[in-house]
């Protein structure tokens, strides 16, 4: 497992959790969903559009819980255009550590053995996202390294990635350049002094997206990667949803920068996949 870890910055274990755990995460998302009031926010997430990257909203909620739209899930009167479940893009970014059932989910020895035989020394998970990529208004996901907005000294960001319903090209996969980890890390983003975030491009090459390989991932699949793993994944034009969660967990004894969007407070101390509350 290490091995191929280090060669392709990406493993694939099929049938890692049950459709069961899956179907059991997916109805507590859409119990805390159903508390949400997207009128209240309309806070829309792209990874294009600039604006968001002030968005106070977004900004604070890595102790938090909270709900990030579509960017087309409004109409031009202000109304959804889909059901609330399906106009909304995320859920972050703190739920493993606020929500027992996602607790649960994300704490497991298998988790553990995992993230030990990748050759993480002591993981602390520092984020959680629930990805709803919704039927036809689902976003596109442009070529990026997570390692790019979870950065640490040395760099130690990994992604788990779990496929809560089954993923394939038609409903927007995620798709990585196998050994594209050994590439540099080509962006920074980070928080100014006047609380803006901004993405400094610190190598400009283009990606090698001909080498670009999809994973479709039935329900149950854990994705692992190397925070400068490159990945994608094209929008949701598809009649079904594409839900999935995802985890990132760095090393507790890296050095993690003041300027980092994601900062927590000292109420909520980082636990590793075995540590209790
Ligand atoms: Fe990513």
């Given at each position: 497992m290490l091995a191929a870890f280090r060669e392709a910055g990406v493993i694939v274990l099929r049938d890692f959790v049950s459709r069961a755990a899956c179907e059991q995460l997916r109805r507590r998302a859409l119990e805390l969903v159903d508390a949400f009031e997207p009128r209240d926010v309309r806070s829309e997430f792209s990874t294009t559009a600039e604006e968001q990257l002030a968005d106070s909203y977004f900004i604070e909620s890595g102790d938090k819980i909270r709900f990030f739209l579509e960017?087309?899930?409004?109409d031009e009167r202000g109304e959804l255009r889909q059901s609330k479940e399906h106009s909304l893009n995320k859920m972050g970014h703190a739920m493993h550590d606020l929500d027992p059932a996602f607790d649960a989910f994300s704490r497991t020895p298998e988790l553990a053995t995992v993230a030990q035989r990748i050759g993480i020394e002591d993981p602390v998970i520092l984020q959680s996202m629930y990805i709803f990529k919704p039927p036809r208004i689902g976003g596109e996901v442009v070529c990026h390294q997570d390692s790019t907005y979870i950065y640490t000294e040395p760099e130690s960001c990994v992604g788990f990635w779990f496929a809560l319903e089954d993923a394939t090209l038609d409903n927007g996969c995620m798709q990585f350049i196998p050994g594209g980890h050994k590439l540099p890390l080509k962006k920074r983003n980070y928080r100014q002094p006047d609380g803006r975030l901004v993405t400094e491009t610190l190598d400009d090459t283009p990606w090698p997206v001909e080498q670009l390989v999809p994973v479709e991932a039935e329900a149950g699949t854990l994705v692992v990667f190397d925070g400068r793993a490159p990945h994608l994944s094209a929008a949701n034009r598809s009649a079904r949803s594409r839900h999935a969660y995802t985890l990132h967990v760095i090393d507790r004894a890296c050095r993690y920068p003041a300027d980092n969007w994601l900062q927590r407070s000292s109420q909520l101390p980082l636990r590793g996949f075995g540590e209790a509350a």
């Open positions: 960017a087309d899930a409004f």
